[in-house]
Each structure stands twice: as C-alpha cells, then as structure tokens.
C-alpha cells in the first residue's frame, strides 16, 4: 500500500458511509412523503364530496320533489319507514312530505 492509499482510505469508508446513508434516507423519505400526500389527496376528495353533499342537501332539503330516489328512500329509512323498492318515486315523495308535516321539528 502506497502512502496515498493510506491517505484515502480513511476518508473512503467515511464517504462510503455517508452516501450510503444519504441514499437511505433520502429513500425512506421519499416513500413516507408519497405515502402522506395520497392519503392527503384522498382526504381532500372525501371531504370536498362530502361537503359538496351537505351544502346540496340544505339547498335542495326544502323541495323534497328535487330529492334523488337514495335520498327518498335514506330519509325514509331513518325514520323507520320501509317502502318497496319498486315504490314510484311520487309515492316516495309524498311519504316524506307526510312526515315532514307529522314531525316537523324532527329533521335529520
């Protein structure tokens, strides 16, 4: 081994250390930030739908004959009322009118 062998080896298996450590972090840290921002990205879509869904329904909760038949047949379901499922949606919507007039303070 020459005298510049012996110079550059120490600083060598430092230096090998070091990236390799670098390399390692910089993986694990790039994986945990992909993970993150998914879920970021998914909690942001769930929360704009389901805030889309709330204002909707507070727009639209006053005229019952613009409900969608799953809404219909939700708010008859939390008031323990069960139609057919091949009920037509009039006949849906006046039950809920029914009940709105019954329990008028009782909304949910």
């Keep these: 081994m020459t005298k510049l ?8 298996k430092v230096l090998l250390w070091s990236f390799t450590g670098l390399i390692v972090a910089a993986t694990a840290f790039t994986l945990f930030e992909s993970n993150s921002t998914t879920k970021r990205i998914n909690d942001k879509k769930k929360r704009v739908k ?5 204002e909707e329904i507070e727009r639209d909760s006053k005229d019952v004959s613009r409900w969608s038949k799953k809404e219909l047949f939700d ?4 008031h323990q009322v069960y139609p057919d499922v091949e009920t037509e ?3 849906l919507v006046k039950l809920v009118k029914s009940i709105k007039r019954l329990y008028p303070d009782i909304d949910y």
Excluded at 50 to 54: F, T, W
Aim: net charge positive.
């Design 89 to 91: 949606p009039e006949e």
């Design 75 to 78: 708010y008859l379901t939390r």
């Design 50 to 54: 389901r805030d889309k869904s709330v």
């Design 5 to 12: 062998d012996r110079i550059l080896a120490k600083p060598h």
